[in-house]
């Protein structure tokens, strides 16, 4: 199984900006997402994209502040975060599966091993 690199995490004052990068070497997933945990509580979905067309979807606690993109090219996911709170505090990471789907945002029908993420922490 391939296992994405995350990068671009760090720290932050609420309100700021991040942009995460997710790169999967060698592995062309049909649909790619973001994911988060925080130490002692499950991970949950952030965002996911499909190859094949770029629709996305999102986590409802988003609401509008971050975006989800691809360089199908490059065989890489983005993931900006805009109008950071110390709710968003969260390890970050991405993955890779056959298709788009609830399931699959659930963290259920993951197809690449969970990297090692990026750590974004949002204080003032």
């Known amino acids: 199984q391939v296992q994405p690199v995350e990068s671009g995490g760090g720290s932050v004052q609420p309100g700021g900006s991040l942009r995460l990068s997710c790169a999967a070497s060698?592995?062309?997933?049909?649909?790619m997402g973001w994911f988060r945990q925080v130490q002692g509580k499950e991970r949950e979905g952030v965002a996911m994209?499909?190859?094949?067309?770029?629709?996305?979807s999102y986590g409802d606690f988003v609401r509008g502040r971050f975006t989800i993109s691809q360089d199908t090219a490059k065989n890489t996911v983005y993931l900006q975060l805009n109008a950071l709170k110390p709710d968003d505090t969260a390890m970050y990471y991405c993955?890779?599966?056959?298709?788009?789907?609830?399931?699959?945002?659930?963290?259920?029908?993951?197809?690449?091993?969970w990297g090692q993420g990026t750590q974004v922490t949002v204080s003032s």
């Open positions: 993955a890779g599966g056959r298709r788009c789907s609830t399931r699959f945002f659930y963290g259920e029908e993951i197809s690449t091993k």
């Open positions: 060698g592995y062309v997933a049909n649909c």
């Open positions: 994209i499909s190859r094949s067309g770029g629709s996305t």
